[in-house]
């Protein structure tokens, strides 16, 4: 049977109801709030006044925007004077670098070529050196090659984070290169492993002046390898002591084609603090050692 659902009603008889249909369901959509343009037309004399339109200009004012770099900041055309700055810096970071790896090179040559087989002789019945004579000649000299082989990896990641260590002989050099002044201030200050072996160079260089027999018969042999470029192990010894000066002299060209900030500490006062670490560092060494300015 039906169910039959009667509603009031204001007649006083009572109609059949129909009966009830169920439809399928349907989501009920909410009315949408009229967009602010449509508000506007709708109501436009309700918040406009007469009045107001006798203010209105009798043309209208149309602002354009202004235009944004895409840097945030006004784009202006390099001065010739900057351009040269920043080629000369470019050129000063180039030539810290190239030298520096010539320099790591020198020191792997002397570990490789003389210093290793002499050690290696050592447990022989026929050593070339004692181990007193091996101190005199290289003293510390392996605390300075391990400590340029990381600050010359750490100077590559700087700027040529592209470069395995040796292996590109020639990379492209850098447009813009990095700053040098956190990593030379992080590294210099280990530049004090110089001072045992540049104390001990003068002893080094009379010994290597009148070497024993079986010594000197070593070092004629090795210094006559096309790698070692005619030179003795006495000069690529002496490379050694003159690394530090010129540092000097790098930093003070790299100082120089550096911009000077005019408000805080900017890369031209860094950098002048990593050149008078080592200006102090080389003047102990050679006023503890007079000899050294012969070389």
């Known amino acids: 049977m039906t169910p039959r659902v009667s509603f009031p009603s204001t007649d006083s008889t009572n109609l059949p109801a129909a009966p009830i249909t169920h439809l399928p369901f349907r989501r009920i959509s909410l009315p949408s709030v009229p967009s602010s343009s449509l508000l506007s037309a709708q109501h436009r004399q309700s918040v406009a006044s007469f009045a107001s339109f006798d203010s209105l200009p009798e043309e209208p004012v149309v602002r354009r925007p202004k235009r944004r770099s895409l840097n945030g900041k006004h784009s202006r055309t390099p001065a010739p004077a900057d351009i040269a700055r920043e080629a000369k810096r470019t050129k000063v970071i180039r030539e810290f670098w190239d030298t520096e790896r010539s320099y790591v090179q020198g020191l792997d040559l002397v570990h490789d070529h003389f210093l290793t087989p002499i050690i290696a002789s050592l447990d022989t019945h026929r050593p070339l ?78 010994f290597l002046a009148h070497p024993p027999a079986p010594f000197a018969i070593f070092l004629r042999t090795q210094e006559r390898d096309p790698r070692c470029g005619q030179l003795k192990l006495t000069d690529w010894l002496l490379s050694i002591v003159q690394r530090c000066p010129r540092y000097v002299l790098l930093l003070r060209e790299l100082i120089n084609v550096e911009r000077r900030e005019k408000e805080g500490e900017g890369e031209w006062d860094r950098l002048g603090k990593v050149l008078t670490l080592v200006e102090k560092g080389e003047s102990r060494l050679f006023v503890r050692v007079p000899k050294l300015n012969d070389h």
């Not at 040796?166 to 990593?183: K, W």
């Open 129 to 206: 050196l004692t181990r007193t004579e091996l101190t005199a000649i290289f003293s510390n000299f392996i605390d300075i090659w391990n400590f340029h082989h990381a600050f010359f990896s750490a100077l590559t990641a700087l700027l040529y984070p592209s470069v395995s260590h040796l292996d590109v002989p020639h990379p492209p050099p850098s447009p813009n290169p990095a700053p040098l002044s956190a990593l030379l201030l992080s590294h210099f200050p280990y530049l004090s492993l110089y001072t045992p072996f540049i104390t001990a160079f003068p002893s080094s260089i009379s």
